[in-house]
């Protein structure tokens, strides 16, 4: 998901509908900040979100990456069932061997089919995808594999590759010459294009063969693409690239939060095990007890926050595992320095003096990708005594070797008692995650919501309102499975806030603290615009009278997202609560009604 771990974002405040008077909202006439531009963005956790997610690979485990041959047992000393995803069909044995002669150093795992003796029929196995494939006829799917025989053999035919439903009907299929005489990895590719589109996404792929009974055939590095974002190969899914460039978002915080860190030092991410050849990239064992391929790598990041029009804010391991609570003590820091260094210059350094961006160059990319954030670690207040050294240490090294970037510490603390000492810091996520107050405070996984809600959602609008008050600062929420894109409630909240972001911050009221009723107030110097945004987190109506200081126009418009507190967007029921916009009478003064349980965005032409 799209969504920072831990709610430590808006309380979930005990309320009870009160009747009471209107509220009162003088807006000032002068700014007292710049809105940054960069207020708002996503961040990216690879909970569900690279692969199975943005990453459009299909196919599952396509590599037995960080995977033990024959281990079968899920998440057994967070080692991943070695066939995961994959089954036989009718009776093809397969497992998962070290081959005597991997493809490639970084992959030492294949798949051996071995068909046996007297067998008949079609078989092979299957992949059944990350819980699905989505099969569609408007498509064309690029396939591929690597096989040898281990032992060269008379077998001369082919592989049906497939697309097919669990009842068994073939949507596409296509043949692929096999040789037997293949003693050495060989890549095969092929293009699949249904004829037909299934009603659901329980469908698989197969890799079938006739008559080949007693062979013994290895396969390495799988791979199933169907039509990218940007038609990018070993690109990102088309719907929710679309989906999150309609929230507008002005950055992308790569490559996680969490995901950066690793449950230990040697298991951390490494940029240089992500980028090159996807046989080059041994993936690793991720955070949350399955594998990452790496598919998704550094420059298919930074490639895609080019595409979506997002600068990259991107994250450099800081000497901090989160796993184990270990910190590399400060005589042993250099080496990742180093590599931070090299992983920067990857983004944006000259080629002609950095072989880093050398090889971003060989890889088709020679100019620098647009960086001016580092985020320096990630979590690392948690482990605060180290924390000095290690944010001394590197951003010393780091500022001298990058003058031009910007250093981000994550703070995780509120924003009205932070000092304006010039120190900038980063909300790199929030999230509400469960509907009572413990849950959120609490540091457990427990209690923590399948979907947001609207009542989660609108608690994160009255963070926002704090956001922008205190904008000098920053975020990341969309539902899929292998078929579809379900924007939640709270990323109806965020698409709200980023495209109504406006330039400047509009001094107001201050809201009662411990009140339910929040507002922010910006100006948009280039859409000429003044944009409120109000937020009832309460369960009655709320009657409030604006006092602009401001000449404005008389037509305006409020678009407003609210719901029965316990709502959510579900795949079952994904458009529960959407927003809906209409005109409104506004003026240099002008009442308004909040709808309980709800975030409102006023915009108003200046005139
Ligand atoms: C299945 O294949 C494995 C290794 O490829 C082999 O060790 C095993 O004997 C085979 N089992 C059968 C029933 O053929
Ligand atoms: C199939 O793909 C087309 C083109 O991308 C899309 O418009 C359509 O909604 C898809 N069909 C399904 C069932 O997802
Ligand atoms: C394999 O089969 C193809 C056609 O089916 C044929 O052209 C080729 O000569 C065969 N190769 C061998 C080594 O028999
Ligand atoms: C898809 O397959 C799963 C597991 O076999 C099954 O529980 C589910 O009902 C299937 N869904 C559809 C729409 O057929
Ligand atoms: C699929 O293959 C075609 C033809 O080689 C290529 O143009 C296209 O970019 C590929 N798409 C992906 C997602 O790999
Ligand atoms: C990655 O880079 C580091 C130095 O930054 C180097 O020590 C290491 O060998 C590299 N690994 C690969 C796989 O290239
Ligand atoms: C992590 O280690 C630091 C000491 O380096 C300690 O202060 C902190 O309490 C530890 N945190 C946890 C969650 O164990
Ligand atoms: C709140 O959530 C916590 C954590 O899941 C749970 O232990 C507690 O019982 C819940 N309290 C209420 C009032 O629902
Ligand atoms: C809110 O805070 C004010 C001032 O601190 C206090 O008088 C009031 O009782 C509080 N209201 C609630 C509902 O806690």
């Given at each position: 998901?799209?969504?920072?771990?831990?709610?430590?974002a808006a309380a979930?405040?005990?309320?009870?509908?009160?009747?009471?008077?209107?509220?009162?909202?003088?807006?000032?006439?002068?700014?007292?900040?710049?809105?940054?531009?960069?207020?708002?963005?996503?961040?990216?956790?690879?909970?569900?979100?690279?692969?199975?997610?943005?990453?459009?690979?299909?196919?599952?485990?396509?590599?037995?990456?960080?995977?033990?041959?024959?281990?079968?047992?899920?998440?057994?000393?967070?080692?991943?069932?070695?066939?995961?995803?994959?089954?036989?069909?009718?009776?093809?044995?397969?497992?998962?061997?070290?081959?005597?002669?991997?493809?490639?150093?970084?992959?030492?795992?294949?798949?051996?089919?071995?068909?046996?003796?007297?067998?008949?029929?079609?078989?092979?196995?299957?992949?059944?995808?990350?819980?699905?494939?989505?099969?569609?006829?408007?498509?064309?799917?690029?396939?591929?594999?690597?096989?040898?025989?281990?032992?060269?053999?008379?077998?001369?035919?082919?592989?049906?590759?497939?697309?097919?439903?669990?009842?068994?009907?073939?949507?596409?299929?296509?043949?692929?010459?096999?040789?037997?005489?293949?003693?050495?990895?060989?890549?095969?590719?092929?293009?699949?294009?249904?004829?037909?589109?299934?009603?659901?996404?329980?469908?698989?792929?197969?890799?079938?063969?006739?008559?080949?009974?007693?062979?013994?055939?290895?396969?390495?590095?799988?791979?199933?693409?169907?039509?990218?974002?940007?038609?990018?190969?070993?690109?990102?899914?088309?719907?929710?690239?679309?989906?999150?460039?309609?929230?507008?978002?002005?950055?992308?915080?790569?490559?996680?939060?969490?995901?950066?860190?690793?449950?230990?030092?040697?298991?951390?991410?490494?940029?240089?095990?992500?980028?090159?050849?996807?046989?080059?990239?041994?993936?690793?064992?991720?955070?949350?007890?399955?594998?990452?391929?790496?598919?998704?790598?550094?420059?298919?990041?930074?490639?895609?926050?080019?595409?979506?029009?997002?600068?990259?804010?991107?994250?450099?391991?800081?000497?901090?595992?989160?796993?184990?609570?270990?910190?590399?003590?400060?005589?042993?820091?250099?080496?990742?320095?180093?590599?931070?260094?090299?992983?920067?210059?990857?983004?944006?350094?000259?080629?002609?003096?950095?072989?880093?961006?050398?090889?971003?160059?060989?890889?088709?990319?020679?100019?620098?990708?647009?960086?001016?954030?580092?985020?320096?670690?990630?979590?690392?207040?948690?482990?605060?005594?180290?924390?000095?050294?290690?944010?001394?240490?590197?951003?010393?090294?780091?500022?001298?070797?990058?003058?031009?970037?910007?250093?981000?510490?994550?703070?995780?603390?509120s924003y009205d008692?932070?000092?304006?000492?010039?120190?900038?810091?980063?909300q790199?996520?929030y999230?509400?995650?469960?509907?009572?107050?413990?849950?959120?405070?609490?540091?457990?996984?427990?209690?923590?919501?399948?979907?947001?809600?609207?009542?989660?959602?609108?608690?994160?609008a009255v963070f926002l309102t704090g956001f922008e008050r205190n904008a000098?600062i920053?975020?990341?929420?969309?539902?899929?499975?292998?078929?579809?894109?379900?924007?939640?409630?709270?990323?109806?909240?965020?698409?709200?806030?980023?495209?109504?972001?406006?330039?400047?911050?509009?001094?107001?009221?201050l809201p009662?603290a411990?009140?339910?009723?929040f507002w922010s107030?910006?100006?948009?110097?280039?859409?000429?615009?003044?944009?409120?945004?109000?937020v009832?987190?309460?369960?009655?109506?709320?009657?409030?009278?604006?006092?602009?200081?401001?000449?404005?126009?008389?037509?305006?418009?409020?678009?407003?997202?609210?719901?029965?507190?316990?709502?959510?967007?579900?795949?079952?029921?994904?458009?529960?609560?959407?927003?809906?916009?209409?005109?409104?009478?506004?003026?240099?003064?002008?009442?308004?009604?909040?709808?309980?349980?709800?975030?409102?965005?006023?915009?108003?032409?200046?005139?």
């Amino acid at each position: 998901m799209f969504r920072g771990l831990v709610g430590r974002a808006a309380a979930l405040l005990g309320v009870a509908a009160v009747a009471s008077a209107a509220t009162t909202i003088v807006v000032k006439g002068t700014s007292s900040h710049p809105i940054p531009p960069l207020l708002y963005g996503q961040m990216f956790e690879d909970i569900n979100s690279g692969d199975g997610g943005l990453y459009a690979e299909l196919l599952q485990n396509r590599a037995f990456q960080a995977v033990k041959p024959g281990k079968t047992l899920v998440l057994v000393d967070r080692d991943w069932n070695a066939l995961q995803a994959w089954a036989p069909v009718n009776g093809g044995n397969i497992s998962v061997v070290a081959d005597s002669v991997p493809v490639s150093a970084a992959l030492p795992n294949a798949l051996q089919l071995n068909i046996p003796g007297g067998a008949s029929g079609t078989i092979g196995f299957a992949n059944q995808g990350y819980w699905g494939i989505n099969v569609n006829s408007s498509w064309t799917y690029n396939a591929s594999f690597y096989y040898r025989f281990p032992t060269a053999s008379g077998f001369n035919g082919s592989a049906t590759i497939a697309l097919q439903g669990t009842d068994g009907q073939v949507h596409a299929s296509t043949q692929i010459p096999i040789s037997g005489s293949q003693t050495k990895w060989a890549q095969v590719t092929a293009q699949l294009t249904p004829s037909s589109t299934p009603s659901n996404i329980n469908n698989t792929f197969t890799v079938t063969f006739d008559s080949a009974a007693g062979s013994t055939i290895n396969f390495a590095m799988f791979s199933l693409f169907p039509p990218t974002f940007k038609d990018k190969p070993n690109g990102m899914r088309a719907d929710l690239s679309e989906l999150l460039l309609s929230m507008k978002p002005s950055f992308f915080r790569l490559p996680g939060g969490n995901n950066l860190e690793g449950q230990s030092a040697a298991t951390r991410w490494i940029w240089n095990n992500t980028v090159g050849d996807l046989v080059d990239r041994p993936g690793r064992m991720g955070n949350w007890g399955y594998t990452n391929t790496d598919g998704l790598g550094l420059l298919e990041y930074l490639t895609w926050c080019e595409d979506m029009d997002m600068q990259a804010i991107m994250a450099v391991w800081a000497g901090y595992s989160l796993g184990d609570n270990s910190s590399v003590p400060e005589a042993q820091l250099q080496p990742y320095i180093q590599q931070a260094i090299d992983q920067i210059n990857f983004a944006i350094g000259d080629p002609s003096k950095s072989s880093a961006a050398g090889l971003r160059a060989s890889l088709g990319h020679p100019d620098p990708f647009l960086l001016t954030y580092v985020e320096v670690g990630n979590e690392d207040m948690n482990a605060p005594d180290s924390y000095h050294y290690r944010w001394h240490d590197f951003v010393t090294a780091l500022s001298s070797a990058f003058p031009q970037l910007n250093w981000f510490a994550q703070n995780s603390f509120s924003y009205d008692n932070t000092p304006r000492n010039g120190v900038t810091y980063f909300q790199g996520e929030y999230a509400v995650t469960a509907t009572n107050a413990s849950a959120v405070f609490g540091s457990t996984d427990d209690g923590r919501l399948t979907w947001p809600i609207v009542q989660g959602s609108i608690g994160e609008a009255v963070f926002l309102t704090g956001f922008e008050r205190n904008a000098d600062i920053t975020p990341n929420l969309v539902g899929f499975d292998a078929g579809a894109v379900y924007p939640s409630t709270s990323f109806y909240v965020q698409q709200l806030f980023s495209r109504n972001k406006g330039t400047d911050y509009l001094p107001s009221t201050l809201p009662t603290a411990n009140g339910t009723l929040f507002w922010s107030v910006t100006s948009d110097k280039y859409a000429k615009a003044i944009n409120i945004k109000v937020v009832n987190y309460a369960g009655g109506t709320e009657d409030i009278n604006f006092q602009l200081s401001t000449a404005v126009g008389t037509s305006g418009q409020v678009t407003v997202l609210t719901g029965d507190p316990k709502a959510s967007n579900t795949p079952a029921n994904p458009t529960t609560v959407v927003p809906t916009s209409k005109g409104i009478t506004v003026g240099q003064t002008f009442s308004y009604t909040a709808p309980a349980w709800s975030l409102s965005v006023i915009n108003i032409p200046m005139s």
